[in-house]
């Protein structure tokens, strides 16, 4: 949960309607027809092929959802690896529709939080310094930021991100293959193209939920879908009893701008320049308090070093709220004391109920709240799940890459935004990079 790029927050960092909460009907009835039933990948059997790659989703469902841009989202990562002893490349994946004779499906398109595409590109989990696929030991680094490439050496593996849109919701497949193709023709052997067995695309309807913030100028940072920043790479770092976790793949910092544009007035090593510093945070829906993970933990130093950070403290004052239905809301980094004395563990909660302060408490490198749906009362060993705000106004949306304009962010600096297009919505995930008003 540190960082958007920014600040922020990397944790590493339903169905019925439940007062507060509601089911976007339309959005599953339409594409799923009443009564058929979803197909299941079981009942898709691939002959047999050779997968030098082994590709695999991470989770066992693909969740679609309605963005502010009026795209359809599947919004994913997967691992690949290597499983031979020659070095692979030209590495390329494309997504396929196994109900329609395996053919190409939805428009893939994913880039660098500092701008470059890198669609179809794996992020290895260990690298050479120029991520040369050879056998050669080489010393291990972690850079900043993931190093993408088409190429993967023998044993190696890493992650493949996709945001696969869609114009019609009736478009959306009910299952979701890849077709993967690989060369491995330095050692003499052909190119290989092999198909993944089926995953299934849900048709269960994200949770629609009330803003957990007021007033204007709220910048959606590391959120989802086409940007892989802090949240959604955060996967590769989520590894935690044996298996990869992807709980922020949807988590969202809520940080705030003035009419100029700028977070801070001020010094930004003080918390008193950031004027949203200590503003109310609201239950997004009704529920039951799950946990109340911490409430006392220090302020870290804006644009500082973070200090003092394990595992069991990342969130720094937070809950987790259990909502039904299976999903949950991570609340996280609030001010120290903030969170009310008669929230317990076990307090019901009405949507709309302050529960706490916007801080910069645990792993944060400047004020902001990080907010996330997952599907386990977990605020890391779970699966990030999508959501709707049930109305958000689109103010703007930043103008140039993801992490430059950050830079900006915590130097105080106006963050220039483009404001065609703007206007209310209902039913809707706020997308990265875009500023809104609630």
Not at 36 to 65: C, H, M, N, R, W
Not at 170 to 194: I, K, R, W, Y
Not at 372 to 392: H, K, N, T, W
């Amino acid at each position: 949960m540190r960082a958007f790029r920014p600040i922020v927050s990397t944790l590493i960092i339903a169905a019925a309607a439940i007062m507060g909460i509601g089911q976007s009907a339309a959005f599953a009835a339409d594409r799923c027809a009443a009564g058929s039933g979803e197909p299941q990948p079981s009942d898709f059997v691939l002959p047999a092929q050779s997968s030098p790659f082994i590709f695999k989703v991470l989770g066992d469902t693909i969740y679609p959802v309605a963005g502010t841009d009026g795209l359809i989202h599947l919004a994913y990562v997967a691992q690949v690896t290597n499983a031979t002893v020659a070095p692979g490349k030209n590495f390329r994946v494309v997504p396929v529709d196994p109900l329609r004779n395996y053919g190409a499906t939805g428009r893939n398109f994913v880039e660098d939080v500092n701008g470059p595409v890198i669609t179809g590109l794996i992020a290895p989990f260990s690298k050479t310094p120029q991520n040369e696929p050879d056998d050669v030991d080489l010393p291990i680094t972690t850079p900043p930021q993931p190093i993408y490439s088409d190429r993967l050496r023998a044993g190696a593996s890493g992650l493949s991100f996709f945001d696969v849109t869609y114009t019609d919701l009736a478009a959306v497949p009910s299952l979701l293959s890849h077709q993967v193709f690989v060369n491995l023709d330095e050692h003499g052997l052909m190119d290989h193209t092999s198909l993944t067995t089926p995953i299934a695309v849900s048709c269960r309807d994200p949770v629609v939920l009330s803003p957990p913030l007021a007033g204007s100028g709220w910048f959606d940072a590391n959120g989802c879908c086409a940007v892989i920043n802090a949240h959604r790479a955060s996967a590769s770092g989520l590894h935690l009893n044996g298996d990869l976790r992807t709980a922020e793949q949807f988590a969202v910092d809520w940080v705030q701008i003035d009419a100029q544009g700028r977070c801070s007035n001020g010094d930004p090593t003080l918390l008193r320049s950031w004027e949203f510093y200590g503003v109310p945070i609201y239950a997004a829906a009704s529920g039951t308090v799950f946990s109340v993970i911490a409430r006392d933990q220090p302020d870290q130093e804006p644009v500082g070093t973070v200090r003092d950070i394990t595992l069991q403290n990342l969130p720094g004052n937070s809950l987790i709220e259990d909502i039904g239905g299976g999903r949950y809301i991570l609340y996280a980094h609030m001010k120290p004391g903030s969170i009310p004395t008669t929230i317990q563990d076990g307090t019901h909660v009405e949507v709309g109920q302050m529960i706490g302060r916007l801080g910069n408490s645990g792993n944060s490198g400047a004020p902001h709240l990080h907010f996330q749906v997952m599907d386990s009362p977990s605020a890391l060993v779970a699966s990030g799940v999508p959501f709707v705000f049930d109305r958000l106004r689109v103010q703007g949306r930043i103008i140039g890459v993801e992490g430059p304009v950050v830079d900006d962010y915590l130097a105080g600096k106006p963050i220039p935004l483009d404001t065609s297009g703007n206007g209310s919505q209902r039913q809707k995930m706020p997308l990265s990079s875009t500023v809104f008003g609630f």
